[in-house]
């Protein structure tokens, strides 16, 4: 089956750097994307990685390594209003989209 | 570029009645729309992935009478859940693929729905 895992919370405090794994197994592979979602909203695009390596973005990065089928998503300098759930889905050899459950990050003064 | 968006943001309906969903990709056009379901503090859960001028292809469980979707055109996908009922309060969010790029999709800001 497919399988996408990632922690369900993590806190970590206003200033700090914090990484959020994410380890997949699916059938096919595509690219792996980070989504930010706050409460009540829809979830935004923050990161793609499709090839092996590190993509930086300003406070974001994002790495991929696809033979260990594992990705992190790096923030640093975090603010208060990055406090928000982070997904991570692979699009998987139909181009279709495998959802993780989403990391709850709460961020502390 | 690649905005979606949903209409409306919240409904209110009672039991048993019929309501709407529309999304539109504003700026450009998709060959392929999605619709998610989230209840709270849950994961997005796949409904049905719709492909213009055919039908839609839903996931397992998702019961394709009750949850009608109709994507007439290469901006325009609607989802009517029909026969509502309280269970079927949720977060019910569009999303669409781009033709160009990393197949990333674009997600409408979601509906509200709430069944009483």
């Known amino acids: 089956g497919q399988n996408i895992d990632q922690p369900t919370e993590m806190t970590a405090t206003e200033g700090a750097i914090v990484q959020i794994n994410c380890t997949y197994q699916t059938s096919g592979f595509n690219g792996l994307f980070w989504y930010q979602q706050h409460a009540g909203e829809a979830p935004t695009f923050l990161s793609y990685?499709?090839l092996d390596g590190l993509e930086e973005k300003g406070r974001f990065s994002s790495f991929l390594s696809r033979s260990k089928g594992y990705s992190y998503l790096l923030l640093k300098e975090l603010q208060m209003k990055d406090s928000a759930s982070y997904l991570c889905?692979?699009?998987?050899?139909?181009?279709?989209?495998?959802w993780g459950a989403g990391t709850k990050l709460i961020i502390k003064p | 570029g690649a905005v979606v968006s949903q209409h409306p943001s919240w409904v209110i309906c009672k039991s048993g009645t019929s309501v709407k969903i529309e999304c539109r990709s504003l700026?450009?056009?998709?060959?392929?729309m999605f619709w998610y379901r989230q209840f709270p503090k849950q994961s997005l859960m796949l409904m049905a992935t719709?492909?213009?001028?055919?039908?839609?292809?839903?996931e397992q469980g998702v019961e394709k009478d009750k949850f009608l979707i109709n994507h007439a055109s290469l901006t325009l996908s609607t989802l009517t859940v029909t026969s509502a009922h309280p269970e079927d309060s949720s977060f019910y969010i569009c999303s669409a693929r781009a033709p160009e790029g990393p197949n990333e999709q674009f997600f409408g800001p979601g509906t509200r729905l709430t069944v009483l």
């Open positions: 990685n499709v």
């Open positions: 889905a692979v699009s998987d050899s139909n181009y279709q989209l495998i």
């Open positions: 700026d450009f056009q998709a060959t392929t």
């Open positions: 719709s492909n213009e001028g055919s039908k839609a292809t839903y």
